[in-house]
C-alpha cells in the first residue's frame, strides 16, 4: 500500500509496532524515573536535618538551664568555701 511519501508502506502492524515502541520507550523512562533515587535520598537528608533540629529545639532550652543550674551551684559552693576559710 503506497501513501506517496518515499515508499513508504502504512499497515495496521507497522502502526501497532509503532505503539509498542512508544509505550516501551515510555514505560522505561517511567520506570526509569521510579528507581532514580537522587530525589528521595535529598527528602531523606531534608527530614534527617528537620528531626535534627526539633530535637535540639525541644533539648536545648532545659539543657541550657540544667548547665546553669550546675554552674551556679559550683559558683555558690566555692563563694561559701572562699568566704568561710578568710
Known amino acids: 500500500m503506497e501513501t ?12 501497532g509496532r509503532a505503539a509498542a515502541v512508544g509505550l516501551t520507550t515510555w514505560w522505561t523512562r517511567a ?10 535520598s535529598a527528602i531523606e537528608y531534608a527530614l534527617l536535618a528537620a528531626m535534627v533540629a526539633v530535637a535540639l529545639v525541644a533539648f536545648v532550652t532545659p539543657l541550657r538551664n540544667a548547665v546553669t543550674s550546675i554552674f551556679t551551684s559550683i559558683q555558690t ?8 576559710g578568710s
Open 4 to 15: 506517496g511519501d518515499g515508499g513508504r508502506s502504512e499497515t495496521p502492524e507497522s502502526f
Open 31 to 40: 520506570r526509569g524515573a521510579w528507581t532514580n533515587e537522587r530525589g528521595a
Open 77 to 84: 559552693a566555692l563563694t561559701g568555701a572562699a568566704g568561710g
